[in-house]
């Protein structure tokens, strides 16, 4: 399991490391170990093996770290007392803003985390950042811990699953260790709560996060959710809790376009070290092209084409990419035309599509027209250059409708209501 061998192991790391700390945000774990020789053997031999059991346990990546007695601080060696449940704040060092890939398709989500990690509990508090799987909610989340930790050092950031608040709910109920629990989540600065979305029809749990929110939000504190709905939608949700999740600033993310994709792609490439070449962008522009579905699974792609590559020693190209993702390219299928946006839109609004295509500009083919041009936008791999060409429009009037309909369906209930049916009926027909 460890890759050394038996008497390797018991020689220089059974019984022969300490823990000291393991820094969440850059992900350091810092070990005692006894003397100068014992050091130097174990960074020159064993860095590396130690360095990859420790990612694969903390799931993040992590450096490993040697220090001598000496070299151990006092505030290094700070341990919990008995009564403390376990501290959740584990950021992936990755996730930072500097990281994040802003696009139309997240732009205001982006903006309003960035906003509240320089002022916390200053600008929006509740923030509700909520989209499908894999679109980067808890990227912005990490970032938000992240940046908060860095340069508000004083404040306590408190991170964690709805899953692990749950566990940690009927945990401390059981053992009598509510006060413990209490204290945790209720004398904090910031909380940041992923995925609330799994408490819902748990009654207790719910119960507990609205009196959370309810202190916290009385005290003046931050406090970030993500989900991959908004509180309105959220089934088995006390509608108490729905009316307080709604209460500050609810931001989406929707699927990237093609270029962002290319951007998020090339970016991932830098971070891992990949050289850039033509190889590398033909392999990009291949997975931005076949890849539809979210962030995650396109940088999994990426991950599979990089890895399959070094394994082989095969060279780095479109044909590799082909061959390797054939599976999930075929999984994924062709996705929605325009002219499957078009159809699906002008049946909803009882036109025809050859009304879109007019020039007609009354308000009740206008907006229909410009929800087309968005949908076309955001569920395609189609350019803002390209979606002129298909609705006969320039340029300037494709992007002027996509950017006023990414807007206002952050203030008008009705049109989002709208774009989120017509959206769902066009994935899943198409």
């Known amino acids: 399991e460890t890759g ?6 018991d020689t220089w790391i059974d019984g022969k490391l300490s823990l000291v700390r393991f820094n969440k945000v850059t992900g350091e774990l810092l070990l005692g170990v006894e003397n100068d020789f014992r050091k130097a053997q174990l960074q020159l031999k064993y860095q590396g093996v130690i360095d990859a059991a ?12 040697f220090l001598l007695p000496e070299e151990i601080k006092p505030e290094d060696t700070k341990r919990r007392t008995a009564d403390e449940l376990p501290d959740e704040n584990i950021f992936n060092p990755r996730y930072t803003f500097d990281n994040f890939i802003v696009g139309d398709n997240s732009r205001f989500a982006a903006g309003a985390a960035q906003e509240v990690a320089k002022a916390p509990g200053k600008a929006y508090s509740p923030l509700f950042i909520y989209g499908g799987s894999g679109l980067g909610k808890t990227h912005l989340m990490n970032a938000i811990g992240i940046y908060i930790l860095e340069n508000f050092p004083d404040m306590k950031v408190l991170y964690v699953s709805a899953e692990t608040f749950t566990e940690e709910f009927v945990m401390a109920n059981l053992h009598k260790k509510m006060n413990a629990f209490k204290t945790k989540y209720r004398n904090i600065d910031v909380l940041l709560i992923d995925d609330i979305q799994f408490i819902s029809e748990k009654d207790k749990t719910v119960e507990e996060v ?19 709905r908004p509180p309105k939608d959220i089934l088995g949700l006390d509608e108490r809790l729905k009316g ?28 891992d070290g990949v050289p850039e070449d033509e190889g590398v962008s033909d392999v990009i522009s291949f997975i931005a092209e076949n890849i539809r579905s979210n962030v995650r699974e396109l940088e999994s792609a990426f991950n599979r084409v990089i890895a399959f590559a070094k394994f082989t020693d095969a060279p780095f190209t479109k044909a590799l990419a082909k061959q ?22 002008a049946h909803h609004f009882s036109i025809t599509v050859a009304d879109i295509d007019s020039v007609e500009r009354s308000r009740s083919l206008s907006m229909p027209r410009q929800v087309a041009m968005y949908l076309c936008r955001t569920l395609t791999d189609l350019s803002y250059p390209k979606i002129a060409e298909i609705f006969k429009k320039d340029y ?4 002027h409708a996509c950017i006023k309909i990414a807007k206002e369906i952050t203030t008008n209930s009705h049109l989002e209501s709208i774009v989120e049916e017509l959206t769902e009926k066009i994935q899943n027909e198409y």
Do not use: C, W
């Open 4 to 9: 050394l061998e038996t008497v390797d192991f």
């Open 54 to 65: 420790a990612t694969e346990a903390f799931g993040v990546k992590v450096q490993t770290i």
């Open 210 to 228: 609205f009196n959370t929110y309810n202190t916290l939000y009385s005290m003046g504190k931050q406090m970030v959710f993500t989900s991959d």
């Open 244 to 271: 307080r999740l709604a209460a500050g600033l609810l931001v989406d993310i929707v699927p990237p376009s093609y270029e962002i994709k290319v951007a998020i792609l090339k970016k991932k490439a830098l971070l």
């Open 324 to 345: 390797v993702l054939k599976d999930v390219v075929q999984m994924s299928g062709n996705g929605p035309t325009a002219k499957d946006v078009k159809k699906v839109v």
């Open 396 to 399: 300037s009037t494709v992007h």
